[in-house]
Each structure stands twice: as C-alpha cells, then as structure tokens.
C-alpha cells in the first residue's frame, strides 16, 4: 500500500506540472460547472443529462453527473496538484468517451465540433498521468510529510 501511495505522489518535474496542470485543470472545472451547475452558459445536469441521452449515452441524467463531476472536481484537483495522477486518469477517460462517442465523424477542427479539443485535453490529462503534480503541488507536500512521519 505505501508503494501505491508512494509512485500516486511522487514526481520528478517541477514547474512544468505546474505550467501543465493549472490551465488544463481551470478548462475541465469550468467545463464540469456547466454540466452541474449550468454556470458559464451550461445547461446543468438536466439539460446536460438531456443531451447526453439525445446522443446515446444512457442514462443521459448518470452521464451528465459523471462527467460534470470528474471534470468539476478532477479538474480542482488538478489545479491543486492534489491526486494528480488518479484526477488526471479520470478526466482522460472522460475526455476519450468525448472523442469517440460525441466528436468522431464531426472533423477535426473545433468549429465543427470535431475532435481537436478533446484530443488536446485527452493528451494534457494522459501526459498528467505520466509526470504527475511535480514539485509545486499538493501531492509533493503530503509526499514529504509522510516521508518526515516515517522517519520519526
């Protein structure tokens, strides 16, 4: 068990994770407030539930709040730097059922809802997994209180 709280926390990047994780973890919040909350122009989880439904994805209602939920709180997280890696894991799951379930066959490019972005955000939360919060976040600084712990 340690040995899995120990390769979840641990980093060896630095400003880097940071530069990474901030603005893709401000993109998923923002993106997961529309779909719970219907901030920022959303529809909230019964319009969003609705939608998801319209497309295939069943119950439209579930989808919606497990989405809006990894994104929202996935993407607080990433943000913070606090699970990094499992946040990261969550949002690029999220992110490849986007890609293939809403944005294949619609192009590549934004404008026709094609996959460019879900790809950019798929790639950011995959590479998250890899290098993890680095240095400047949360998951550092509770990596180095349970190492000073063990040492007493």
Avoid: C
């Amino acid at each position: 068990m340690k040995n899995l709280i120990h390769k979840t926390l641990t980093s060896n990047t630095g400003l880097e994770a940071l530069i990474l994780r901030v603005p893709i973890g401000l993109i998923l919040a923002a993106h997961g407030s529309q779909k719970l909350f219907a901030w920022f122009g959303g529809y909230g989880l019964e319009g969003t539930g609705q939608w998801m439904a319209s497309v295939g994805l069943h119950p439209g209602f579930l989808m919606a709040l497990l989405a809006g939920n990894a994104e929202f709180f996935g993407g607080i997280a990433l943000i913070l730097g606090l699970l990094t890696r499992p946040a990261a894991a969550i949002n690029a799951l999220t992110m490849l059922v986007a890609l293939f379930w809403v944005h294949w066959g619609q192009g590549f490019f934004l404008d026709t809802h094609g996959i460019e972005y879900a790809l950019a955000l798929l790639s950011a939360t995959t590479a998250l997994i890899f290098i993890g919060g680095g240095s400047y976040s949360l998951d550092a600084l509770i990596e180095t209180k349970l190492l000073e712990a063990k040492d007493e």
